[in-house]
């Protein structure tokens, strides 16, 4: 006798499904291949959970309780909002590339003229029958999968070998309010042997709305690239922002990575760093600036395939009501990654006695010859510095908004650029400006 | 009037009475010294003055200039005047040394409806300063007191001093963990800054620092309050003696 096992599926699974099964999505048969077969890859995990150790701080199951409809292409009205999208981090100057409800807007971005470099729309690179390579090491992740499967625009960017990229290309990512809708964005980028570039993105949308966003950047950094990436999340708070970096590294190249998250109701990013070539330097930082019952899990898989990289990270929060911060990090050294170097550092600073911090670093070392650490603290802010400030005169709001903007310096100081470090710290102070 | 007047003073610490109906009195342009042995409650009077948390004032009064300083916060009191010299000076990194010291001072005048400096000025001001105590500009950029030496420490609290020209300074043991040498530089930042309009009040286990320094008047504290009072000779016959004679009379 034979019986098909059909699982039990929830609400958002089963309108995932039929939303998949109807909906017409850019590119070719290779794409629609690509596409079915991370869907299916999908449907086998379903939606993960808190049973699911990766998952286990933002249960996507009992999040998403519905799974909105697929945004439609903006109208006017929708443009209208995204005008002065962008500016959360103030005094950028950088190439806009503009996407409203997850699709490119000509008429809203900036045309590049910079040699050595082509940015095309997503829709355009698999209309024309361009293919998307997926990364192995996020193959396995619903949330990835689910991205592939729907990923609808974007941004392709290539950067030609050696060419170094003078202007950031920032990608302005709004969600037009309106209606609580779904957007799947999908980036690639791919920097040739020795190029150079500097890539913001940065994400926001309207409070009191339950959009849902599931958004992720395919980067790969050739030989003796180096990459400079800054992600700002500034979601309204009832959203909910899923995003998946998954980056290649290759030989003497450089990744230096910086994800800012200030506000969203609810944030998960994700990335999955791989080391392919010897000799790399990797630095992934990130701060988080959380109040009211913001929710934010950053969880890092950093593979060190291969041996001789050296990386770091440095991630704070700073938690104030009844805010959660989750940071989640494992560094894996596989055995043949001998002289590899790695340090972690996870540190969270408690504004109330009502916010938490779940920090979980994690090594998984199997060469011999390799220096790794790791670093993990919460607590509240020092009474004694405090009082030294203040001793001097300085009243005790300003005083805790120095030792704040002096903790979040220390990630902050990872990024490279003077002028994008100085435009950090000052969307940093004027969010302590909001604190009451 | 008394630039300081503390009367009767009383505080509590962890259910312990450190201070026991303490008196002294400070005029302006005066310079006193205050004695004593370990655990005698010379930090812990230095801490009430500048308002630190967890000192639990049980009774009496401490006025500057007529004014209840026991009720202001650390920042009211500094802005008023009230300077502490730490024994122990904080380690703040992240915090740049110039931006702390802005910050400290603009604070200040603002507070007393005073213009705050202009950049050229408070630079010039800084330099000036930090000059006569051979602070050099490399350390004003790092994070306050952040790979500092002992010495250099206390050096950047009395160059703290000097640019916030406070009215009353309290020097917390101010001469430990310093060489001879260290010492001058900060004995001659401390005489710099004697004015008929300010006070001092100096806390220190020995009588080197007053070679230094020279104090108007002599207290010896003792179980929490002021037991002798004396001129210069006083330390010397407390350096010579020790505290034993105390031991009696106190008792």
Redesign the interface.
């Given at each position: 006798m034979n019986a098909d096992v059909t699982p039990i599926k929830t609400a958002a699974e089963s309108a995932l499904a039929a939303s998949f099964a109807a909906v017409s999505l850019p590119g070719g048969e290779a794409v629609t291949r690509q596409r079915r077969a991370a869907f299916k890859a999908f449907e086998i995990a379903g939606l993960p959970h808190r049973r699911i150790e990766e998952w286990k701080y933002t249960d996507l199951r009992a999040l998403m309780r519905d799974a909105k409809p697929l945004a439609p292409p903006p109208g006017a009205e929708a443009k209208s909002h995204a005008k002065a999208a962008g500016t959360m981090v103030s005094g950028l100057h950088a190439w806009r590339v503009v996407f409203v409800d997850g699709t490119h807007v000509p008429e809203l971005s900036d045309a590049i003229a910079e040699a050595g470099v082509t940015v095309t729309p997503l829709a355009v690179a698999l209309g024309r029958g361009d293919g998307l390579a997926t990364e192995s090491t996020a193959a396995n992740d619903p949330a990835f999968a689910l991205n592939t499967a729907f990923m609808s625009d974007g941004a392709v960017i290539r950067v030609a070998r050696n060419a170094a990229v003078a202007k950031p290309i920032h990608l302005v990512f709004v969600h037009s309010g309106g209606a609580a809708t779904a957007v799947f964005a999908r980036s690639q980028v791919i920097v040739e042997e020795g190029a150079h570039l500097t890539l913001i993105e940065s994400h926001e949308g309207p409070d009191a709305l339950d959009y849902q966003i599931n958004t992720a950047l395919d980067l790969r950094v050739g030989d003796g690239a180096r990459v400079d990436h800054i992600k700002i999340g500034c979601e309204g708070n009832s959203a909910l922002h899923v995003a998946s970096l998954v980056a290649a590294i290759g030989a003497r190249a450089t990744l230096s990575d910086f994800t800012f998250t200030l506000g969203g109701g609810t944030t998960r990013n994700q990335a999955f760093v791989t080391c392919n070539g010897k000799d790399a330097t990797v630095t992934i930082a990130g701060v988080n600036l959380l109040r009211h019952k913001e929710h934010s899990d950053y969880a890092l898989v950093l593979d060190h395939a291969i041996g001789g990289c050296t990386s770091r990270e440095v991630f704070k929060s700073v938690l104030d009501d009844e805010s959660r911060g989750v940071l989640q990090g494992k560094i894996v050294v596989r055995p043949d990654a001998q002289r590899t170097d790695a340090r972690m550092l996870m540190r969270a600073l408690l504004l109330s006695e009502t916010a938490e911090a779940d920090h979980k670093p994690e090594l998984e070392i199997f060469a011999d010859d390799v220096q790794c650490g790791h670093g993990s603290t919460a607590g509240a802010l020092d009474g004694d510095l405090k009082f030294y400030l203040m001793a001097r005169g300085i009243p005790e709001h300003e005083a805790e908004a120095l030792l704040i903007q002096a903790f979040v310096g220390e990630a902050v100081e990872t990024v490279a650029d003077h002028g994008l470090r100085d435009a950090l710290m000052f969307a940093t102070a004027r969010w302590l400006g909001a604190r009451s | 009037m008394a630039l300081l007047k503390i009367k009767n003073l009383s505080v509590v610490v962890d259910n312990r009475q450190i201070l026991n109906g303490l008196d002294l009195t400070v005029n302006k342009g005066e310079v006193h010294a205050i004695m004593g042995p370990n655990g005698a409650g010379k930090s812990t009077l230095a801490h009430v003055l500048?308002?630190?948390?967890g000192y639990e004032v049980t009774g009496g009064q401490a006025l500057l200039d007529g004014e209840d300083l026991l009720a202001l916060?650390?920042?009211e009191?500094?802005?008023r005047g009230m300077?502490?010299a730490?024994q122990y000076?904080?380690e703040?990194?992240?915090?740049a040394t110039m931006?702390?010291l802005r910050?400290?001072?603009n604070?200040?005048r603002k507070?007393r409806g005073e213009p705050e400096l202009t950049t050229p000025e408070f630079m010039k001001r800084v330099r000036d300063g930090a000059g006569k105590l051979g602070i050099d500009q490399d350390m004003l950029r790092r994070?306050v007191n952040v790979g500092f030496s002992g010495g250099e420490k206390k050096r950047n609290e009395i160059l703290?001093m000097a640019l916030?020209e406070p009215r009353l300074c309290v020097l917390d043991e101010t001469d430990s963990g310093l060489d001879i040498d260290a010492l001058k530089v900060v004995a001659d930042g401390v005489n710099r800054l004697r004015s008929p309009e300010r006070g001092f009040v100096m806390i220190t286990h020995y009588q080197r620092l007053l070679d230094y320094i020279k104090p108007d008047v002599v207290h010896v504290l003792w179980r929490g309050r002021i037991v002798k009072t004396g001129g210069p000779e006083l330390a010397l016959e407390l350096e010579a003696k020790g505290y034993a004679a105390y031991q009696t009379e106190a008792a």
């Open positions: - | 500048a308002g630190k948390a916060d650390p920042d009191r500094a802005a300077f502490l730490f000076p904080l703040i990194p992240g915090v931006t702390f910050t400290a001072l604070a200040q507070k994070g703290q916030l």
